[in-house]
């Protein structure tokens, strides 16, 4: 599912910021699409967590292929081992069922977050063993697809910022929130074009 917002923020930034003009005629007809799934968005940004986005593919793969049904019943009575032979650290296998537990506990609601503010929301997540508020900001750009999320501590946007805006000088984050402040009310769009000029492979959760 790709945002209905797009077009319009690709034009709004464009007009607004050079450095965003011509990454967005970079990457012509890509865009953030949704897997569909608010369970799987967030497994995959706990597996995400510390790596990069090849290292996190490589686990994810290997855990649809030894549990090919990724749901949170399944996940929740998995074989630790199992998960662990994945790729997956002792850590992250544990909030990975924890994530699950939660889920077919009933404590995650999804039809509640649609009417939810992205502070709101990123505050119950965090309530999830494992889950920080950069995982919750993956989750608000991924799976709900909401427009102005700014994630701070992404390593990755820090990164590209740091190489088209300061000619790949250290940025701190009031650098960070500065420079992103025209980008407003489309900071998700403009992260994840920075992302992109990064990678050849798509940032996805």
Not at 28 to 49: D, H, K, M
Not at 194 to 203: A, G
Request: proline share 5%; charged share 20%; glycine share 4%.
């Amino acid at each position: 599912m790709i945002p209905d917002y797009w077009q319009q923020a690709c034009q709004e930034l464009s007009a607004c910021d050079t450095v965003m003009r011509r990454l967005i005629a970079q990457f012509p007809g890509a865009t953030l699409e949704s897997r569909g799934c608010a369970f799987t968005t967030l497994a995959r940004s706990i597996v995400g967590q510390q790596i990069s986005v090849k290292a996190a593919e490589s686990v994810w793969q290997r855990v649809i292929a030894a549990i090919p049904e990724i749901a949170p019943d399944i996940i929740a009575v998995a074989d630790h081992n199992l998960l662990r032979g994945c790729g997956l650290s002792a850590r992250k296998a544990t909030y990975l069922q924890d994530l699950a537990r939660h889920f077919t506990d009933g404590n995650l609601r999804e039809t509640a977050w649609e009417t939810m503010h992205d502070e709101a929301i990123i505050k119950q997540l965090i309530q999830v063993k494992g889950i920080g508020r950069w995982t919750a900001e993956m989750f608000l750009i991924f799976h709900l697809q909401r427009p102005d999320v700014l994630p701070l501590d992404d390593i990755g946007l820090q990164r590209a910022m740091s190489l088209h805006y300061l000619d790949k000088q250290p940025i701190d984050k009031n650098t960070l929130i500065e420079i992103a402040q025209p980008w407003q009310p489309w900071r998700s769009v403009a992260t994840w074009y920075l992302w992109r000029s990064l990678d050849p492979l798509p940032v996805a959760y």
